[in-house]
């Protein structure tokens, strides 16, 4: 965890359990520690490679939804057009594609993308 983020698994020590110099524990009390950090502790996430906790996520999973339901009675929906952007894409990092319509740089990535689909593993990515 110090490799991967000391700066990180200092606040959540400081802010959990009001520990300031961690180097002051001995190694295995400060491991013990770092293993009982809540599952949405800032180095938690940074090692899952997680933006933002799951509450987060689920939440804006439901703004999604219900924006998605919102714009569905709309005229623009009827007309295939102006639909919400994603609130869950923005915070994975993830393009907004409307209408679900992906663009490429080059043909070798539309050939690789292709490839992933057929294989059944497209990740966006």
Not at 28 to 56: F, K, Y
Not at 72 to 88: D, E, H, N
Not at 90 to 107: E, I, R, Y
Request: net charge neutral; glycine share 8%.
């Amino acid at each position: 965890m110090l490799a991967a983020d000391r700066d990180a698994l200092v606040c959540d020590l400081a802010e959990t359990y009001g520990i300031l110099e961690y180097r002051a524990l001995p190694a295995g009390l400060l491991a013990v520690l770092a293993s009982g950090l809540r599952e949405n502790a800032r180095i938690r996430q940074r090692l899952a490679a997680q933006p933002a906790d799951t509450h987060t996520l689920l939440l804006a999973a439901m703004v999604d939804r219900l924006s998605f339901l919102a714009w569905a009675q709309t005229r623009q929906a009827q007309q295939g057009t102006g639909r919400p952007p994603s609130v869950l894409q923005a915070l994975l990092g993830q393009p907004h594609t409307p209408g679900g319509l992906m663009a490429f740089d080059t043909a070798a990535d539309y050939e690789a993308a292709r490839a992933k689909i057929l294989k059944g593993g497209y990740d966006g990515n």
